[in-house]
């Protein structure tokens, strides 16, 4: 692999001896001679710039990448520069450093979430039994009233059940056992499992593949297709898409998008949150699994969403 510096310092030496020839050529009359030595140093000239436009899309792409949030950086170039080489190696570290302390603090501000909505579901289920508890054991009620009462405690009890049950399916999560996985049958699959007229699937490249615990990551897609299509159910023309990209530095990229109403703003930061749900009867836990299980992978997922036009969740594998 050639040096970009030596390239560059050959091609500035060639445009100074090919300058002197000419003006040699043109000082003792011989023009076609100095005519060739002019289109030599155009020709260097125009290669020189070339080069610096390559190096200013590779730096380009970079930048790129590092606003995608890809962390995997790499310079390549069939120049060796070392300088820029260095600068992305220190570039890569300094994004893996941001992404840890960025995810610590998410995680922090998580767990705060958890301990609040932990605590107002637990009050809001011992709150009632307490009181109702009480005014059983120490008046006088008819049996109708005890066992109106009582079937308050057992509901309130149960529901109080469940939300510990969900609290442990989503902390007992088992270590992936990933292997190679075409990305092309995978989407195939889901197609099978949920097929629907208007959930398009746009096939990835045969030779695509990603590294996973198939039936998370299946279970993954499986739910948030089904959030889209209950987000597009009163929508006229509903459209679902599940696609991927895969950036110059292979980060594969999944994105499931809809047409539905959207999420809004105010609860944007807050659909990751275990137990934290807008639906009537939902448990809140779907998507906070799907966090989990995506970091695990060592990969993540993030919402996008614009109010009356649509949602996007993208699943990102390093």
Not at 207 to 212: L, M
Request: aromatic content about 8%; charged content about 20%; glycine content about 6%.
């Amino acid at each position: 692999m050639k040096r970009y510096s030596t390239t560059v310092i050959t091609h500035i030496c060639a445009i100074i001896i090919f300058s002197a020839t000419a003006f040699f050529a043109f000082s003792n009359r011989m023009p076609f001679t100095g005519i060739l030595m002019i289109l030599f140093i155009a020709g260097f000239g125009i290669n020189l710039y070339r080069l610096q436009m390559i190096q200013l899309r590779l730096v380009k792409q970079l930048a790129q990448n590092i606003s995608c949030g890809d962390t995997a950086l790499s310079f390549r170039s069939k120049y060796r520069n070392a300088q820029l080489e260095e600068l992305t190696d220190e570039l890569r570290e300094a994004m893996r450093m941001y992404k840890k302390r960025t995810m610590e603090a998410n995680e922090i501000e998580s767990w705060q979430k958890l301990i609040r909505v932990m605590g107002h579901e637990i009050m809001n289920s011992i709150t009632p039994i307490i009181s109702l508890s009480e005014t059983l054991s120490t008046r006088e009620v008819e049996y109708s009233q005890m066992q109106k009462g009582m079937q308050v405690i057992h509901k309130r009890s149960k529901g109080l059940l469940e939300f510990v049950e969900n609290y442990r399916r989503i902390t007992r999560i088992p270590t992936p056992i990933k292997e190679k996985v075409c990305l092309a049958d995978l989407f195939n699959c889901i197609a099978e499992l949920i097929p629907n007229d208007y959930i398009s699937f746009a096939q990835p490249a045969p030779q695509i593949s990603i590294k996973i615990d198939r039936n998370q990551i299946e279970q993954v897609l499986i739910n948030i297709i089904k959030n889209a299509i209950e987000a597009c159910e009163y929508i006229d023309s509903p459209k679902i898409q599940i696609e991927s990209f895969v950036s110059n530095s292979g980060t594969v990229s999944i994105l499931v998008s809809d047409n539905g109403p959207g999420i809004l703003p105010d609860v944007m930061d807050k659909i990751f949150i275990p137990f934290f749900t807008t639906k009537e009867h939902g448990s809140g836990i779907g998507l906070s699994l799907c966090k989990q299980i995506m970091h695990l992978h060592g990969g993540n997922i993030v919402a996008s969403s614009i109010p009356n036009k649509g949602s996007i969740f993208t699943l990102t594998f390093d």
